[in-house]
Every structure is written in C-alpha cells, then in structure tokens.
C-alpha cells in the first residue's frame, strides 16, 4: 500500500506519481482537497482571488499547490489509466462518510483508495 497525503497538488508531474505509486504498491491510497468545493468556488468567482480559507490557508504566491485538480478530475484519470475506485471517502463540515455523486462540489478533502 502507498499512501499519497495531499501531496499530489504539490508535485510537477502528479501522473508519474500516481503511476508510479501503482507500480510500487497494489493499492494506493490518496488524500487531496477538492477545488471544486462550493465555497472555493464561491469566494473564486466573487472575489476574482484565489480563495484563502481554512482548508486552504495560502496566498496563491505561498502555497506549495502547483496542480490544483478536484474528485472528478482524479475519477476521469483512473478511468482513463484503467484504475479501479476500490473505496472513497469526503471530509465535509467537519465529518467522514462515504463519497456520494454530487461530492465534487460537496467535499473539502477526499481520500481514495485505488487499484489496477
């Protein structure tokens, strides 16, 4: 098992990260925050500003997020790279549950975990 804890946003070549994370492990477990969540969203488009908030506490001179992607966008390449989703959880308003459909806008952090 290997565990990518919000660190793919931080890397220059997340696709060879996460490719080879499943060449050295069975299962991969991966954590991210969502900027697809509503209230980024909402502060984006009303400030015109990348948004600064709990979860993402940086300037957007001062954070180590260089690729920033949401669920959706890591769902459409484990389909693409033939990835299977073998378990998915959303942190929204301070709770765990299971990813739902909608979580791409719902939930401020995911964790996977993924396999080929």
């Not at 969203?41 to 260089?66: C, F, H, K």
């Not at 998915?88 to 459909?101: I, M």
Request: no cysteine; aromatic share 10%.
């Amino acid at each position: 098992m290997v565990v990518l804890e919000e660190t793919l946003q931080t890397l220059a070549n997340p696709r060879e990260m996460l490719a080879e994370m499943l060449r050295v492990g069975r299962r991969g477990i991966v954590s991210f925050p969502n900027f697809a969540h509503w209230r980024v969203l909402v502060d984006l488009v009303a400030s015109g500003r990348m948004p600064v908030t709990e979860w993402l506490p940086y300037q957007w001179y001062e954070t180590a997020n260089i690729h920033p992607f949401t669920l959706r966008d890591l769902l459409d390449w484990s389909h693409g790279a033939g990835v299977r989703l073998v378990s998915g959880y959303a942190y929204e308003n301070g709770a765990v549950r299971t990813l739902d459909a909608d979580d791409n806008l719902h939930a401020e952090e995911v964790l996977i975990v993924v396999e080929r």
